[in-house]
């Protein structure tokens, strides 16, 4: 096995789980491997998970605390300099995602990107065409870097070590970080870490058994059932696209919330569909949720047919009210 280097970055001082399960699967290969953090706080971060590590490395300072191309990219081509490794993990943050193929670039490395897997072989893993189709592959280039999925991994217990050698890292820049401002677009329901993810589908503006439709009693349930449980919502495409089509609309939903063939692919561990046909182009979306529950009137839909774990054949007005009183 070759070495490797564990390249993260911190997040508020801390390392966030996308780096606690890239440091997962880099232990779980064995062989020699070094430790490298950026960012605030690194230095800490880097000694609480450097157990194990042959060298540990850090950059930090305040024109490393926020995320910007240049300063990030100086700082992870000294970190990969300065350990030698011929392979880099990394996860695959929209921090790393932007500044690591320019890196990639400057070292005359290969790079990859939404890695789900890596063997002591070599072997390296990831899905294309919309999850479809997983591909195995290797590379003769060296350095190769390596930008794993985040969720696709079990996060690792960092264990404390001995503490980093702090790199100093010169960077000209002609910009200036002041701060963050986000504007008032409602509240946040968009959770990628939470374990459950709740998704709606059209059902919910159809016409129900007294005939009519209730989307407002619709949108207070689905938004107090996140409210409540702290999950994260998704939508169906079909449920996104009525808003061009002059129908009634959840509008709290948009395109971000899109999960399928023509959305996001999730990595929840739970997962609860509601008024959604379970469908290909839906279910493909859910592949990589652990725990699969759907609620749908029709017991011949896509769910029941093996695409689920457990389908309630039930309303799904009827069943988030009962949900609510629970909660």
Same mark, same amino acid.
């Given at each position: ?22 440091? @997962? ?9 070094? /430790?490298?953090?950026? +960012?605030?706080?690194? &230095? !800490? =971060?880097? *000694? ?87 591909? @195995? ?9 390596? /930008?794993?999925?985040? +969720?696709?991994?079990? &996060? !690792? =217990?960092? *264990? ?102 023509? +959305? ?64």
């Amino acid at each position: 096995m070759e070495k490797v280097l564990v390249l993260l970055h911190t997040v508020d001082g801390q390392l966030p789980p996308a780096a606690l399960e890239t440091l @997962s699967l880099a232990q779980r290969l064995g062989g020699e491997s070094d /430790l490298a953090v950026l +960012g605030a706080g690194a &230095a !800490a =971060a880097a *000694q609480q998970a450097s157990g194990g590590a042959a060298k540990c490395f850090a950059v930090e300072g305040e024109e490393f605390a926020f995320s910007r191309c240049a300063t990030d990219a100086a700082a992870c081509e000294a970190l990969i300099r300065a350990s030698g490794a011929p392979l880099v993990l990394a996860p695959d943050t929209l921090r790393f995602h932007r500044a690591l193929p320019g890196v990639a670039e400057r070292l005359g490395a290969a790079i990859d990107t939404h890695v789900t897997s890596f063997s002591a072989d070599g072997a390296a893993g990831r899905w294309y065409y919309r999850q479809r189709i997983e591909a @195995s592959f290797r590379r003769g280039q060296r350095p190769w870097i390596l /930008l794993i999925e985040p +969720g696709s991994q079990p &996060a !690792a =217990a960092p *264990q404390a070590g001995a503490a980093p050698e702090l790199l100093g890292v010169a960077c000209e820049t002609r910009t200036r970080v002041e701060g963050f401002s986000t504007p008032m677009a409602g509240e946040q329901t968009i959770r990628p870490d939470a374990p459950l993810l709740l998704v709606a589908g059209a059902g919910w503006t159809k016409k129900q058994k007294d005939g009519a439709v209730h989307v407002e009693e619709a949108g207070e349930l689905i938004l107090d059932f996140v409210r409540r449980t702290q999950c994260s919502l998704g939508s169906s495409k079909s449920l996104v696209d009525l808003s061009g089509e002059g129908q009634a609309v959840l509008p709290f939903l948009t395109h971000l919330h899109q999960v399928g063939q023509t +959305g996001s692919s999730p990595r929840h561990k739970k997962g609860l569909a509601t008024c959604c046909h379970g469908e290909e182009p839906h279910v493909v979306g859910w592949r990589f949720i652990a725990e699969r529950r759907a609620i749908n009137l029709d017991p011949n839909c896509g769910w029941v047919r093996g695409k689920a774990d457990v389908v309630y054949v039930a309303d799904a007005f009827e069943v988030m009210r009962e949900l609510q009183k629970l909660l």
